[in-house]
């Protein structure tokens, strides 16, 4: 797709076999809908920085939390990853799940991404606001590119333990223990439980004051490779419950190699579309995209405290089309399906709105397998005509000829 070099965000880096990153995905650098006044994202992302600005003070009476918005997703592996403990064989790290710019640039994943570099630069609490990047299924709450809000919070011993009446004897670290369910090697059980109960009372109100005070919640054990120990925080709505952020408790580790390892911390991370989506009953993810007036006018006189409901526009008809063909038996292409979901996306953009396999089938002699994908084609802002599905549908087998060694069946 791209030459010996590819440009993102004005800089040329040099490609090589793990370069992954495509056109139409580049294309959504810098558009910053978290950024942009009136738009559904911006808030909801106002939504929690007012809660963390009105809730959290620090003894001046200034914000907590600094907000971090600006930060370019072009990010190290070493960032978006070993920074973070991921293991060398985890399953994010596979170039079919994350978008390579070369072997030592990518688009991060995740806002956690950042955690260290902010650490280091001596912040004890901030919010990080971005755009994140992730290869993945199409479908109406599937994008490639969506907004992640990270939240942390470190401590040091006097602030662990200020509201506890008799704190003499407590240590926030403790040696020679061992890691449990409850807590890290290094912590105290004093230290891993003043922390949950900081992280949850911090993410339950905030829960509250996104769904409503009277909130249906649950905590449900996770894991991630930067926490522990980690949850996820679920949220009862319209019947049925929804995951709304990852959070867990900072391997200490990661504050040690940050430079700031006599503190203590916690850290969540929460995905904007999906709150976004719920709160404002919006049904499909790539209207976030659109420019169409009759989508963001309704949210321009929006306070970001109250709770719009979207009126969708119109629905214009779908048109489906299948596509078969036989994976390439060569060994120099190895096929995985978001490699197909990219091609899709490259050449019908915004246009699709879902794409799934309908069959898959082996040749009984040949032992070569088939795919058959439904792609169902749908303009947010118009009909679309079978003519210029056509059009979009030969473009697609080109590419999957072309790029993936495919055969069209
Ligand atoms: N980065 C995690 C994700 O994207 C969320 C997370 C952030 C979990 C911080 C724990 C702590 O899924």
Request: proline share 4%; net charge negative.
């Amino acid at each position: 797709l791209f030459g010996d070099t590819v440009v993102v965000d004005n800089i040329p880096y040099q490609t090589d076999h793990l370069t992954n990153v495509t056109p139409n995905i580049l294309a959504k650098i810098g558009r910053n809908l978290h950024r942009t006044k009136h738009h559904p994202l911006y808030l909801i992302r106002k939504r929690i920085e007012n809660y963390f600005y009105s809730h959290f003070l620090n003894r001046r009476g200034n914000p907590l939390f600094s907000v971090n918005d600006s930060i370019s997703p072009v990010v190290t592996l070493e960032q978006n990853f070993d920074s973070l403990l991921v293991p060398e064989d985890h399953v994010s790290r596979a170039p079919s799940d994350s978008y390579y710019i070369n072997s030592s640039y990518m688009l991060r994943a995740h806002t956690s991404a950042h955690q260290c570099e902010l650490m280091r630069s001596g912040l004890d609490a901030f919010l990080v606001m971005g755009d994140v990047y992730r290869r993945d299924e199409i479908d109406a709450t599937h994008y490639p590119v969506f907004h992640q809000v990270e939240g942390v919070r470190l401590f040091n011993q006097h602030e662990l333990f200020q509201k506890v009446r008799d704190s003499t004897g407590l240590n926030i670290f403790e040696q020679g223990g061992k890691q449990t369910p409850d807590k890290q090697a290094t912590h105290s059980m004093e230290t891993a439980k003043l922390l949950e109960h900081s992280l949850k009372t911090t993410l339950m109100n905030l829960a509250r004051h996104l769904f409503g005070q009277d909130v249906k919640a649950r905590w449900v054990d996770q894991y991630f490779p930067f926490t522990h120990p980690s949850w996820e925080l679920e949220v009862h709505h319209e019947g049925e419950w929804l995951e709304v952020l990852g959070c867990g408790i900072m391997k200490q580790e990661i504050l040690y190699s940050a430079g700031t390892g006599d503190q203590v911390g916690w850290a969540f991370g929460l995905g904007l579309e999906r709150l976004a989506m719920k709160l404002y009953s919006i049904p499909d993810i790539r209207l976030f995209w659109s420019n169409d007036s009759g989508f963001l006018n309704q949210f321009k006189d929006c306070d970001p405290n109250t709770n719009v409901t979207y009126k969708p526009v119109s629905i214009y008809p779908q048109c489906t089309n299948d596509l078969s063909f036989w994976l390439p038996s060569s060994a120099d292409f190895a096929f995985s399906p978001n490699d197909f979901y990219d091609v899709v996306r490259n050449e019908g953009g915004d246009l699709v709105e879902q794409v799934f396999l309908v069959d898959e089938f082996v040749h009984p002699k040949t032992q070569r397998t088939s795919h058959c994908y439904r792609i169902i084609y749908r303009h947010m802002e118009r009909t679309l005509t079978q003519e210029e599905v056509n059009v979009i549908h030969r473009h697609i087998e080109e590419q999957v000829v072309k790029l993936l060694g495919g055969e069209i069946r």
